[in-house]
């Protein structure tokens, strides 16, 4: 589920996307102009993630493992998730400007990594910031037979249970270049659960072109 525009105030753009039972809210703020001599042909994207006090990783756990199945911690995908919206975003468009990225996690499941990629991307085109493409991603359990089952699916219980190892995987959606993987349980992805992380992400494209259309009709 995501939403644009759901943010009333000083914002350039704001969304919020629901994953499982995974809440997270985005605003963008800019932009402000960049002190210094960062980057003189080029903009700058930066990126906050926050987690409310009642928003606790533990509460989706992994049946197999008798533990969360959230693989990435909060610091690490702030960094990892600026570094990927540097990546797409036209930053030659806005010289010496700064768009800044803030994210909160309102509610946790274990899918709010895959809700904070899918939350900035939509933020930063309700915020008309320029780009190449568009981040998403996909968090779910990579099976032995090259399949890929997301955290919310139906038959995530069976493969957690059956030992399968958890990927967690942000993509542009047209393109399908990965932009980070992080793993557990796993030494790689298997080449055919990868190529299906990849069409979930792509999946999501239209997802979040249809809330800026929404947004558009308000």
Known sequence: QVEVGTVVGACAGSSTVVVGESRVMCVVRGPSQISGEYRADEGRVTCSITRAPFAFPQQRRDPGRGGNVS???DDFLSTQLQAGLERVARLETFPQLQYDVALDIVSSDGCEAQACVVAAA????????????????????ATTDGRFVPLTAPE???????????????????????????????????????????????????????????????
């Open 71 to 73: 693989t990435v911690d």
């Open 122 to 141: 939509a933020a930063l085109m309700h915020a008309s910031v320029e780009a190449r493409d568009t981040l998403g991603a996909a968090h779910g359990f």
């Open 156 to 218: 995530a219980t069976d493969a957690a249970a059956a030992g399968a190892g958890i990927v967690f995987v942000a993509a542009t959606m047209h393109t399908r270049e990965v932009v980070f993987t992080e793993l557990r349980g796993l030494e790689g992805v298997p080449g055919a659960a990868l190529d299906a992380a990849l069409t979930h992400i792509t999946q999501q494209r239209p997802v979040v072109l249809d809330a800026l259309h929404r947004d558009l009709k308000k």
